[in-house]
């Protein structure tokens, strides 16, 4: 990837004016000004709420104010590179996604490499999908939705809040491991799918528990199972995908902070220990709740390596789905 002359000399004056201090006084003057944390989805998406309940609770801890910016679209690939071309100074930080390991999959030219140019400082939270279903489709439990599949291939749909996101990807990796051929619709967001399944247009639908909760519980829906490897908080008496006959299965939505690549360490570890800090916060924990969210925490090395496993599993998605070569 080829860089500009113009990042060149910005970090380069960056890091120059950074290394003058001693690597103490860094992370005691950090941050002395507002800092940015940019969010590619819009206001309202399950990164936006996770990012506003760290940054309000970030403030409190390190006494200065920490503001989400929402820069849409591509996915979130157009705030993704803008903060990869963003001084390593510690005030233009990412609220990183799910997004982030898949797009740079299926997306040729992207414009930023994302294991090189970010390094991460805490993962905040996950958040399970529910596969959920219209009634009318007569299915109860994971067993029976591959059943109908395998019996009308290609003739079952799934929506998703777009392609390359996690509501896409899950129901990818449910072909893939079920031997199904359910069709995958793309809209532009969750809630325009879960209005088309409400309404019978589709029949099945791989979503962010937040999304369907309601649904599930006024009966408008039928939840088979979540998602991920262990069971939802938001839904504990609910079975996972991996219990009901198709073990290994794990998907779930992830939100963490990252920095440009070369951000001083010191920085990198204040900010990693107020996110962990934040996360023992009672209402931190009973809002990410509410949500169907589940908190995370850890170092860096542990947000790096669950990148590094997160992007293998979805590049073998993307292959055997024909997504990616």
Known sequence: MKISRRRVLRLTATAAGLASMPRGARAQAYPNRPVRIIMGFAPGASGDIAARLLAQELGKLL??????????????????????????????????????????????????????DFAPISLFATLPNIIVVNPSLGVHNVQELIKLAREKPGELTFGSAGVGGISHFGGELFNVMAGTKIVHVPYTGTAQAATDLLGGRLQVMFSPASTVLQFIAEGKLVALASTGARRASAAP????????????????????LLAPAGTPREIIDRVAAASNEALKAHEVTASLAVQGFDKAGGSPEDFAAFIREDTAKWTRVARAARLAK
């Open 63 to 116: 006494s200065q104010q920490f503001i989400v910016e929402n820069r849409t679209g591509a996915g979130s690939t157009i705030a993704t590179n803008f903060v990869a071309h963003a001084a390593p100074d510690g005030y233009t930080l990412l609220q990183g996604t799910v997004a982030n390991t898949i797009s740079p999959i299926i997306t040729p030219n992207i414009g930023y490499d994302f294991q090189k």
């Open 237 to 256: 008496n609910l079975v996972t995908v991996s219990e009901s006959g198709l073990p290994g299965y794990d998907t779930v939505g992830w939100f963490g």
